[in-house]
């Protein structure tokens, strides 16, 4: 039976947020906090008080950490970037991945609302799919460019899915979620799982 397991990233396999984590990394506590909640701070009052999009948010973020980090801390994450995703992994959900791989029936991709320059790496090397906020930054030019135009979150998680999966190939699909975020992909499964690794 060809099946589909769709896994949302943070919270659902790691024990962090991927992209807060990248962010902690590459900056210190003063430079996290101006860029994360300082400096933003328009975009999340827009967000709070005018029901705006979090996905200004996160494009402030990204562009804000891109300009005022050290090049060389973001080149070295970056490059590193594979370990830094195993390092916050659950230990179950790494090992129920493993397990998945074994059995070729099964596809596996990961529908994530973080960024491609986080997890293409790992993902790559793990030989699973990824749909995601795909950003391509220049560190020379201190530029960041988001290639869709709404957030791989929610719904935006069931257009991109079926933007990049053809559903109908499969016997069955399984998803697995964490947050209220990912009702919209777990209601496109047969069968889902709500913090199964927590």
């Known amino acids: 039976m060809k099946t589909l397991h769709l896994f949302d990233f943070d919270g659902t396999l790691s024990n962090t947020d991927s992209a807060k984590y990248f962010y902690k990394r590459i900056s210190n506590p003063f430079l996290y906090f101006s860029c994360?909640?300082?400096?933003?701070i328009i975009q999340i009052m827009k967000y709070f008080l005018l029901r705006g999009s979090n996905f200004d948010?996160?494009?402030?973020?990204?562009?804000?950490f891109i300009k005022y980090s050290s090049t060389q801390k973001v080149e070295s994450y970056l490059t590193n970037s594979i370990d830094f995703i195993h390092s916050i992994l659950i230990i179950s959900a790494k090992n129920e991945l493993q397990n998945l791989k074994k059995n070729p029936e099964?596809?596996?991709?990961?529908?994530?609302?973080?960024?491609?320059?986080l997890l293409e790496k790992?993902?790559?090397?793990?030989?699973i799919g990824l749909i995601t906020n795909k950003v391509d930054i220049s560190l020379s030019a201190k530029t960041v460019k988001f290639h869709n135009q709404f957030d791989c979150d929610g719904i935006g998680k069931v257009l991109l899915i079926k933007k990049e999966i053809d559903l109908q190939k499969y016997d069955k699909i399984i998803a697995y979620g964490d947050s209220p975020n990912d009702f919209p992909m777990l209601s496109l499964a047969d069968q889902f799982y709500y913090k199964f690794f927590v």
Do not use: D, T
């Open 57 to 64: 948010i996160k494009k402030k973020r990204l562009a804000l």
């Open 106 to 117: 099964n596809h596996i991709f990961i529908v994530s609302a973080s960024l491609s320059i």
């Open 122 to 127: 790992w993902a790559e090397q793990e030989g």
């Open 36 to 40: 994360y909640y300082f400096l933003p």
